[in-house]
Structure formats: C-alpha cells, structure tokens
C-alpha cells in the first residue's frame, strides 16, 4: 500500500528555518508528481509547492523566495525546505503524491 511519511516539523521562531521531509513508499516515485499543502485551522487546505516527476517546480505567492521543494528519486524522497519562516506560515503541512495520496501531516509552528 501506498506510505507517505512526513516529518521534520516543529516549533521555530519567527524568521527561522525548517526542513520538512517526506518518504514515500509503494509508488514509482520518480515516475509521480509530489507537493506539499498545509492547512492552519479554520481554513482550507492550500497548495505550497509542487514539483514534477521532471523536476519542475511551482509555488503559492506566500511561499515564493522563502520555501524551496526538492526531490531524491534514489531515496523516493520529496523535501520543503522553509526559510525566513512568519507566523502566518504555522499550519499542518501534507506532502501529496501522484494526484491521490496524502501523508497524515506535521504541524509547523512559527512563534516566539
């Protein structure tokens, strides 16, 4: 079955950075489509950024400048590395993969 593992979220100070991380298993990772969503509460889900099975890469306006998605193909592997993090940008953050599969999420907070 499909396995989508998030990880690296936590507490972060405004300003600060965060690495998130998602492993992926039971799809032909290089073969799919990958992004992370968030979601803060009270409010829908949002795109943050995609990149494609040939590297391609696009993000919300929010995100642009600051946050950056990469993948490992060897290690079916899909990162967004988060920069100059703002309070706004607190959320539970998704990685989904292929247009049908969701991870089940790791909070990000950005607070001092």
């Known amino acids: 079955q499909v396995q989508l593992v998030e990880s690296g979220g936590g507490l972060v100070q405004p300003g600060g950075s965060l690495r998130l991380s998602c492993a992926a298993s039971g799809i032909i990772f290089s073969m799919s489509a990958m992004g992370w969503y968030r979601q803060a509460p009270g409010m829908q889900r949002e795109l943050v950024a995609i990149?494609?099975?040939?590297?391609?890469?696009n993000y919300a306006d929010s995100v642009k400048g600051r946050f950056a998605i990469s993948r490992d193909n060897a290690k079916s592997t899909v990162y967004l590395q988060m920069n100059s993090l703002k309070p706004e940008d607190t959320a539970v953050y998704y990685c989904?993969?292929?247009?049908?599969?969701w991870g089940q999420g790791t909070q990000v907070t950005v607070s001092s």
């Open positions: 989904h993969a292929g247009g049908h599969y």
């Open positions: 990149i494609t099975r040939g590297g391609s890469t």
